[in-house]
């Protein structure tokens, strides 16, 4: 009979020189594992809304968000019943070392993907795009008019050098709980005003008709492209990379997976909502970043004050968002170079030789890089998919210190066959599309 998880299972240590130091609250975890799963994932929902249709698209959103506290789960179980407090030790337990390395590389590639796709939303809201033809103006151009200071180049160089630079500074997770705080409540606010904007547009019979299911005329296609939306949802329940920064800061561990039941819960209602409301506001002309869409021009003064209050809010959230993921990118770099150097907290030439290379690195990528929409097919049908349901079903699987239920088993490998199978055909189908594109 495998053993039921209780804090007893923790092993019995002597306090460590960090141990002084006040525990993270509850509510700061439920905040940081929200601001980690409601990131730059939704603002394409609502493009998946367009492939999918509105009823698979709710459903595959219900489907991923219980897998995705399963996995979590699935993790902290095998963490706590061994002797490890991070990921890249879970799977050190159950695959050796290349195990931990492998975790560490693909979190590497999750989280510092991420961060230049935030920094990309970033770069659209303040200095625009320009998408088949079709240019939309960043707020700086249409407050101020187009300027070489609001380029794309200088206005995010702005926000990496005065405000992600003293953010990513923070060495404790728990000490970014107020910014992530403040960054879910203008997700909220985001969601609150894109469901006025639809209703408004509903009594006045401006709204698009939504499709309910996807059109498939165009035959194998078409089939195929859902796969290429679904993983636009998987990363944006991704947020695994997390789950042991914010646990083991926690009084009891075990609290952080309450933590990320309430987490999941609340990104779900918030990405189904968006996702509807936005589809019904743009219908087919809905964008693979929908704060794209809201620079359109309103016939009123309120209308337009809204859109620039969407785009304004959503931004601001992503900036509050942007250090949680570097807090995770820079210690698993940090595990994966130096796995025998004391603390990363109390190296200071460590900590700083490490922050300032990923922040240039991450800016010139969010320079160099146009479009999301495929940096979350490419993130979502590889690295998301895999540290998100591909690990921690191999963990619950490879079950080496005997702690899997055969309930757990079989929810493990249905994951894992639904995880290689869907990734397999996305992968594919992208690959298919690309090249079918370039012919033409």
């Not at 009594?203 to 195929?224: A, E, I, W, Y």
Request: aromatic share 12%.
């Amino acid at each position: 009979m495998s053993p039921t998880i209780k804090a007893p299972l923790l092993p019995n240590q002597e306090p460590s020189p960090s141990s002084s130091e006040s525990h993270g609250s509850f509510a700061g975890a439920v905040f940081n594992i929200s601001t980690s799963i409601v990131g730059a994932g939704i603002m394409s929902i609502p493009a998946a809304f367009k492939v999918l249709g509105v009823i698979p698209s709710i459903s595959i959103i219900v489907i991923i968000a219980w897998l995705s506290n399963v996995s979590a789960g699935f993790l902290m179980k095998s963490t706590l019943v061994g002797e490890s407090t991070t990921y890249a030790g879970v799977m050190k337990d159950s695959f050796g070392k290349p195990g931990a390395v492998a975790v560490t590389i693909v979190s590497m590639v999750v989280t510092f993907g991420s961060m230049i796709i935030f920094s990309i939303i970033i770069g659209d809201v303040l200095s625009g795009n320009e998408k088949d033809g079709v240019v939309h103006l960043g707020l700086l151009q249409e407050w101020f008019g187009s300027h070489w200071w609001n380029t794309r180049f200088f206005g995010l160089l702005f926000i990496f050098v005065f405000l992600f630079f003293p953010l990513v500074l923070c060495r404790r997770v728990e000490r970014l709980a107020l910014s992530s705080a403040i960054s879910f409540l203008l997700a909220l606010l985001f969601v609150v005003i894109s469901s006025v904007l639809a209703i408004i547009a509903i009594v006045q019979g401006k709204t698009k008709t939504p499709r309910l299911f996807p059109d498939l005329n165009d035959g194998g296609l078409s089939f195929f492209s859902l796969f290429t939306a679904s993983p636009v949802i998987v990363t944006a329940f991704t947020f695994h990379f997390n789950v042991h920064p914010v646990g083991f800061e926690l009084k009891d561990p075990l609290d952080v997976l309450s933590a990320t039941r309430v987490s999941v819960i609340l990104c779900a209602t918030i990405y189904s909502a968006t996702g509807l409301f936005c589809y019904l506001l743009f219908g087919d002309s809905t964008m693979t970043d929908v704060l794209i869409n809201f620079d359109q021009s309103t016939n009123s003064s309120i209308g337009s004050l809204l859109n620039d209050i969407v785009r304004v809010s959503y931004a601001i959230h992503l900036m509050l968002v942007f250090p949680l993921l570097n807090f995770s990118l820079r210690a698993n770099l940090d595990e994966l170079l130096f796995p025998m150097k004391r603390s990363l907290v109390e190296d200071n030439k460590r900590f700083f030789g490490l922050t300032f290379p990923l922040l240039i690195s991450c800016f010139l990528g969010a320079i160099a890089i146009p479009d999301i929409w495929y940096f979350f097919q490419f993130l979502g049908s590889t690295s998301t998919v895999t540290i998100a349901f591909i690990f921690p079903a191999a963990v619950v699987l490879r079950n080496v210190n005997g702690f899997s239920t055969l309930r757990e088993k079989i929810v493990a490998s249905v994951m894992l066959v639904l995880a290689v199978a869907t990734s397999i055909i996305a992968i594919s189908t992208n690959i298919y599309t690309f090249t079918a594109t370039e012919e033409i």
